[in-house]
């Protein structure tokens, strides 16, 4: 017995849109349907469950750097999530270290951020000696905060090092350093 | 030993009428097709629902279980209709658990042995490392959204708050992330 093929097929957006509960209730109770009749629409669904499933394994792991937000963490912590968090004040420094406890390693690094639009993010560890840049990251100006989770596999490989963070924003492609924070990490064990 | 080969059916409506006009325990060809076929649907309207893997994945049972024993007692009229007569068995059993049904205990304590021989569907994982190096290579702003929008499958709206942004922007980075993201993960986890 062979799938037909499908004739109206659902695009991946309004599936992405669908799963997340953004749509309509006529458009979401048309797609239930839709779901349970068409075996290839079925299966594009079923890529996006297993996606959704996938960054939340990477995250919950700890397995990823991102920047997150005041608010997103202190969900996380309320949550029950165990997180180890330094808090850096502008041009500040912080010793710090990762046991194997930690679900998650966040640096807090004070910053005013009023009038910025774009923002970027300088990292160079002592370890290595490269800096690396993150572009335009994503901040909320009320919060005058950047969160920054880092990757903890990577963490506990790493040898006691210096980290250095800067801020610059960008302005008419020209940086403006706004903060810059130093993390003493000591390796844990 | 060679495997004795399944019964295949041509249409879902022999599908259908074999399984009508079988005993109980003697179409497992057939119900084995039915629920290679209609599980995982049946499994994916449950989790968007349920948002609960075990709770879909009873749910699933329920509405297999449900189907088989329903076509048996001939309440699919028109057997070129079996997709929708799942989908309304679906929309039945959600509402019925949704109400706390007391009918379900009944129907899975009769059934469950019988169907217990068939594959269980359970959907491949991705591979988390490669997914991660995807992950870590798309721009900061796509990976933030991406992350805090699957986390807990947040609609673009609550993301949006979160990140002081308006839902149709996170809509955008949301989509742009989600094909580097794919891209990159058919492309054995390095980003085009």
Known sequence: ?189 | MVAPLMTTFATEAELARCIAQSAPGCATDAETTLYRRYAPRARLFGLRHLRDAQAAADFMQQVMLMTIEQLRCGKLKDPDKLGSFIFGLCRMVMLELRRGGARRKGILERYQSHLATVDPVEPVALDGDRVARCLEGLPERERAVLIMTFYEERPAQDVAAILGLTPGNVRVIRHRGLIRLRQCMAGGGSLP
């Open chain 1, 1 to 189: 017995m062979k799938e037909s093929l499908c004739s109206a097929p659902v695009g991946f957006d309004a599936l992405i849109e669908y799963w997340l509960g953004e749509l309509p209730k006529p458009e979401t109770e048309r797609i239930d349907e839709h779901i349970i009749l068409c075996g290839q629409c079925a299966a594009k669904l079923g890529e996006i469950v297993l996606l959704s499933q996938a960054i939340r394994d990477v995250f919950r792991k700890g397995n990823i750097h991102v920047i997150l937000t005041p608010n997103f963490l202190d969900h996380l912590i309320k949550q029950g999530i165990r997180v180890r968090q330094y808090r850096c004040s502008l041009n500040g420094s912080v010793a710090c270290t990762v046991t194997t406890e930690d679900e998650l390693l966040v640096g807090r690094l004070a910053v005013p951020l009023a009038g910025v639009t774009r923002l970027d993010a300088l990292s160079r560890r002592s370890c290595d000696d490269v800096e690396h840049r993150f572009s335009d990251i994503p901040f909320d100006a009320g919060a005058n905060e950047i969160v920054v989770a880092t990757n903890l596999t990577r963490m506990r490989r790493l040898p006691s090092h210096q980290h250095i963070v800067r801020l610059v924003a960008v302005e008419k492609e020209t940086d403006r350093l706004i903060g810059q924070y130093t993390f003493n990490h000591t390796a844990h064990g």
